[in-house]
């Protein structure tokens, strides 16, 4: 299993970044995906999931009506569109593979993460 983020950067407040994962090493359309992130200092935080068609969709209360997250599984790919970017969206963002169709917030495997900094 292969995941692999772009799209981080620096960000002004109430601006936007588009990350997306390349998924390979797996059959991508079987399987829930998540974004989740980690703040310097912190713990790991959920920020989206949604299962393995794409139709089911969760959101951490946090980024709810800011953030979306989608999927092609055609092209094996996730992405996370991030929109009025605050500053304690500054963080390193992982895309992450559940274990199952459905998602349940459990992760087997993550990627290496792409960092975004949000700062004027």
């Known amino acids: 299993v292969q995941l692999v983020e772009s799209g981080g950067g620096l960000a002004q407040p109430g601006g936007s970044l588009r990350l997306s994962c390349a998924a390979s090493?797996?059959?991508?359309?079987?399987?829930?995906m998540s974004w989740a992130r980690q703040a310097p200092g912190k713990g790991l935080e959920f920020v989206s999931g949604?299962?393995?068609?794409?139709?089911?969709?969760n959101y951490a209360d946090s980024v709810k009506g800011r953030f979306t997250i989608s999927r092609d599984n055609a092209k094996n790919t996730l992405n996370l569109q991030m929109n009025s970017l605050k500053p304690e969206d500054t963080a390193l963002y992982h895309c992450?593979?559940?274990?199952?169709?459905?998602?349940?917030?459990?992760?087997?495997?993550w990627g290496q993460g792409t960092q975004v900094t949000v700062s004027s």
């Open positions: 949604n299962n393995s068609d794409g139709r089911t969709t």
């Open positions: 992450a593979k559940e274990p199952a169709s459905d998602y349940v917030g459990n992760y087997d495997y």
């Open positions: 090493g797996f059959t991508f359309s079987n399987y829930a």
